[in-house]
Each structure stands twice: as structure tokens, then as C-alpha cells.
């Protein structure tokens, strides 16, 4: 099982350029997150996805944009990078019911740098 | 709004050291769940345990144990007799137990174990 799979891993834009992460999860899971890690602010929610053509707000969503079109992806988008954007970017899943409700299993991680 | 706080930014012991970090949570939700993760140096994230807030019994694994006082809102991590292989970043989280179960995160403590 792989898991939690982000591509890609590392990306390098200029401002003003626009780019798609991609998060695959072979779980099965219903629930989905992305959150970016800033240095002394932990994780933060950005958005998240109850279930396939389902999205919502999370607590900093302004600049970025998602769609889970297919269960097993949740995609993030940044229309128009800017330098406050640089960031870790996690996405993350869970099952919504049993034993693994509520465990996030995340994936390893896409470090963003916007120049 | 549901928020954690992690008041230790860093922290460093000597190895066989014990060393307890310090977890504090607001929510106004009457049942929760409570988490830690660790975030080694390669930077994915570990899941370590899951606490129901009906639950307020201590739990050991090895040389992890947590305390869990939810007359204090609290949910402290000790590591008994540190290693060198500890050395990482912990994530206290909170989530709903209901809906979507986002996870807030606190700012994340950084501990080093010292040879």
C-alpha cells in the first residue's frame, strides 16, 4: 500500500505563475485535507473534502483553490503564487467511520518555494 | 473555535534524560478527540496516539506515556529514558469528533536529544 502519495515533492515558481498539487490515496478513504506547515505555526487547514464533489473552506483558503473529482485524488491549485505562499504543503486522509476515524494518515509532504 | 497551544518552542536534553511536553487545548465541544504526531527530521508526519475525551485514563506504550487532565485541559507527552532517535518535532492536535474531524494542530515543540 502506498498510501498518502504527493507530486510533486519539490517545485520552485515565480510570482504570478500557477501550479496544481496532486494527492492520491489508495485507502479508500473518505475524507480529505490539505494543510501547509509554516516555521512556529504548526499545520494549518487550507481546505478539506467530505467525500467525492465535496470541498470546503479550511482556515486559510485565500489564494488557493481544490477539487476532488474522483475519490481517490484532492487536488490544490494555486491560481497566481505569491511569496507568502512558500510553504510545506501536507495532505492528508482519513476513513469516516470504524476503528480509523479521525486518525489523519498523512503523505510525506511538497515543499513550495515562490520567488 | 477550537484552539492548542504548545508553549515549549524548543527543547533540549541529554540522552537517558526524561523530558515531558507540555500540551494545552480549548474547545467548547463536550466530547473530542486529542492527538500527538512526530515529525522526525525527514519531515513526514508519525501518528502517536488518539485520546477520546471520555477517556481520562493514562496510557504507556514503551517509553511513551500521556497524561490526560481535562480538569486543566491538558494532554502531556513524556518520553522516559530519551534517545538520540527522538529527536524530532511533536504535534499536539485536537479534533471533532463529529463532522468533518479536522484537526487543529498546536505550533509544534522541537526536541533535540543530545548524545
Known amino acids: 500500500n502506498a498510501g498518502v502519495t504527493q507530486t510533486p515533492k519539490f517545485r520552485v515558481l515565480k510570482t504570478g505563475q500557477s501550479m496544481t498539487l496532486l494527492c492520491a490515496q489508495d485507502?479508500?478513504?473518505?475524507?480529505m485535507y490539505w494543510y501547509r506547515q509554516d516555521p512556529g505555526m504548526g499545520l494549518r487547514l487550507i481546505h478539506y473534502?467530505?467525500?467525492?464533489?465535496?470541498?470546503a473552506k479550511g482556515e486559510v483558503p485565500d489564494g488557493y483553490n481544490v477539487s476532488r473529482l474522483k475519490k481517490q485524488n484532492f487536488l490544490l491549485g494555486l491560481e497566481s503564487a505569491a511569496p507568502s505562499q512558500t510553504s510545506v504543503y501536507f495532505c492528508?486522509?482519513?476513513?469516516?467511520?470504524?476503528?480509523?476515524?479521525?486518525?489523519?494518515?498523512f503523505g510525506a509532504g511538497s515543499r513550495l518555494t515562490v520567488l | 473555535a477550537q484552539k492548542v497551544t504548545q508553549a515549549q518552542t524548543e527543547i533540549s536534553v541529554v540522552e537517558k534524560e526524561d523530558v515531558t511536553l507540555d500540551c494545552v487545548y480549548e474547545?467548547?465541544?463536550?466530547?473530542?478527540?486529542l492527538f500527538w504526531y512526530k515529525q522526525p527530521p525527514s519531515g513526514e508526519l508519525v501518528f502517536l496516539i488518539r485520546?477520546?475525551?471520555?477517556?481520562?485514563q493514562n496510557e504507556i506504550s514503551g517509553r511513551y506515556s500521556w497524561n490526560f487532565q481535562k480538569s486543566t485541559s491538558s494532554f502531556n507527552f513524556t518520553i522516559t529514558a530519551s534517545q538520540v532517535v527522538d529527536s524530532a518535532v511533536y504535534f499536539c492536535?485536537?479534533?471533532?469528533?463529529?463532522?468533518?474531524?479536522?484537526?487543529?494542530f498546536g505550533q509544534g515543540t522541537r526536541l533535540t536529544i543530545n548524545p
Open positions: 492528508a486522509s482519513s476513513p469516516n467511520r470504524g476503528a480509523g476515524a479521525n486518525v489523519l494518515t
Open positions: 485507502m479508500n478513504h473518505e475524507y
Open positions: 473534502s467530505v467525500g467525492e464533489g465535496t470541498t
Open positions: 474547545t467548547r465541544d463536550t466530547t473530542y478527540y
Open positions: 485520546r477520546n475525551s471520555f477517556d481520562e
Open positions: 492536535a485536537l479534533s471533532e469528533v463529529w463532522g468533518a474531524q479536522k484537526l487543529v
